[in-house]
């Protein structure tokens, strides 16, 4: 959209005849142009239908019923700000920054005979009940998640934040579609390098808008990489982004999107949950470690069983029972493949598949990928056995994104073992633990804190610990300003008084 830098005229025509052409009022149904008189002058309020509050209305027809001669700009501000105190009004002079106001949905007021426009901030907005996010549920705590809300997920996280070096930047991304986003933090915390690189990353773009909100904003601060190891977390639950914040890490929320992205996020860091922190140390060290056990089993199961059944020389006496009992034309391998590809194939169907049908596609593919294909003799029952178990292990894991790449990883594991063996598998393990340890995220090494090593940050990925024990100390990687978690003396005395 080509935009005017030029100041408003005192002319009230002029000024609309401007406002109209650059909106496309003649065009566009929602772009309203009421035309009105304020005491006994042209008065206008240009805004989009569906964002004005029905409460702006009373004080509009209050100014309509002046009988002022002499009313400025000054003092109708002065009666707004009377009338409507929890409003943002101010005032504007350039003919861009009105259309972008009215575009990003206040109100915008103009008067005959001035040369400045008053921007009434009363937008509604259209939300959802914000319920608990489908892929991180938890048995226990509070069950709100994010909405396609910026501002209401931004307060979510204020709730359980009340500090005030709290910070929410709003940056604007998009030539044409404006999209509003916030960079959210603790200012005395974070790494201000960080924060300074995805800033400078964010305000140096130049394109149309951000079709896919959440996910244009990962291509955009990761640079774009064909890396599938994904380097931020996403996360629908406010709780979850407040215990990232008080780490260090930084938060960025999206409007239109109901989903944050946390970053820095190393390989460990998907796979964490705050259902282990709602338990006590013993069930949740039980679940931390039974959750890294199902992502070891998700990816190697398959190809080490591979492995084993085709060469029996391997296996020692007490695992004599592994192999196959009941033969198939196809060559193990194949059978793996085909039957990694169908159960992708039914989770692809199944979010697809509208939940009043979802019970008739369960069923189908269990009978195909089941009892069927081992009945026609596709499959060996071993076959369907080992990857059932290989994709229930993946199914535990709580990133959505990690999964994924674990499955490709599974998938390359099995091309590699049906091709060369115990040396295709060798070389492939090599080159995705190289590609890993090589990988960066955000100047964390992917797989911190196991390279570099990090005694006390592995245990507290993998054990569970009451608050008394955890390490008063925040996660080295991310380079805090203030690396202490525990309360200056200082500061609690200036807290008690």
């Known amino acids: 959209m080509k935009m005017m830098n030029n100041p408003l005229d005192k002319k009230i025509d002029k000024n609309l005849q401007m406002i109209k052409k650059e909106l496309g009022a003649d065009e566009s149904f929602d772009v309203l142009v009421r035309e009105f008189e304020i005491g006994g002058k042209k008065a206008s309020l240009i805004f989009l239908d569906g964002f004005i509050k029905d409460d702006l209305i009373i004080p509009m027809m209050k100014l309509m019923e002046s009988s002022r001669e002499d009313i400025s700009v000054k003092t109708i501000k002065k009666v707004l700000n009377n009338r409507l105190p929890y409003y943002e009004v101010e005032t504007v002079k350039d003919m861009d920054k009105v259309v972008q106001q009215v575009l990003a949905g206040p109100q915008v007021l103009i008067i005959d005979g001035s040369d400045e426009a008053i921007v009434i901030d009363g937008r509604t907005w259209l939300s959802r009940t914000p319920d608990e996010p489908e892929l991180e549920k938890a048995t226990r705590g509070p069950a709100d998640g994010f909405v396609e809300t910026m501002l209401f997920n931004v307060n979510a996280v204020r709730r359980r934040i009340r500090d005030v070096n709290f910070r929410a930047e709003v940056i604007q991304v998009g030539k044409r579609s404006k999209n509003d986003l916030a960079l959210v933090y603790i200012k005395d915390i974070i790494n201000p390098d960080l924060l300074q690189d995805v ?274 100390l925040r996660p080295i990687a991310l380079h805090t300003q203030d690396q202490d978690r525990a309360v200056k003396g200082d500061k609690k005395e200036a807290d008690k008084e």
Do not use: C
């Open 199 to 472: 800033k400078s990353k964010l305000e140096g773009i130049d394109i149309d808008g951000l079709p896919l909100a959440d996910k244009s904003i990962e291509d955009i601060i990761t640079g774009g990489t064909l890396n599938p190891l994904p380097l931020v977390r996403y996360t629908e639950r406010p709780d979850n982004v407040a215990a990232h914040i008080l780490e260090g890490h930084l938060v960025i929320i999206v409007d239109n999107s109901p989903t944050a992205l946390v970053l820095p996020a190393p390989f460990l860091s998907h796979v964490q949950t705050l259902e282990v922190y709602r338990k006590g140390p013993v069930l949740g060290t039980y679940l931390s470690l039974m959750r890294l056990m199902a992502m070891l089993i998700s990816v190697f199961l398959p190809a080490v069983w591979l492995i084993l059944a085709t060469n029996r020389a391997l296996l020692p006496e007490y695992l004599s029972f592994i192999g196959v009992k009941e033969g198939s034309s196809i060559g193990l391998g194949i059978q793996f493949i085909l039957a990694s590809l169908g159960i992708d194939l039914i989770r692809i169907a199944s979010i697809q598949t509208p939940s009043t049908l979802a019970t008739s596609l369960s069923l189908i593919g269990a009978l195909l990928l089941g009892d069927f294909a081992v009945k026609v003799g596709l499959f060996s029952p071993e076959v369907i056995l080992y990857m059932a178990v290989a994709a229930i292990s993946n199914f535990s894991i709580p990133g959505y994104e990690i999964a994924l790449v674990l499955k490709l990883f599974r998938f390359i594991l099995l091309i590699a073992v049906i091709i060369a063996n115990i040396w295709g598998f060798a070389i492939s393990f090599s080159l995705i633990f190289l590609w890993m340890v090589f990988t960066k995220s955000f100047g964390v090494n992917y797989l911190w804190p196991i390279i570099p090593f990090n005694y006390q940050a592995l245990k507290s990925y993998m054990v569970r610990q009451t608050v008394l024990d955890l390490s008063h």
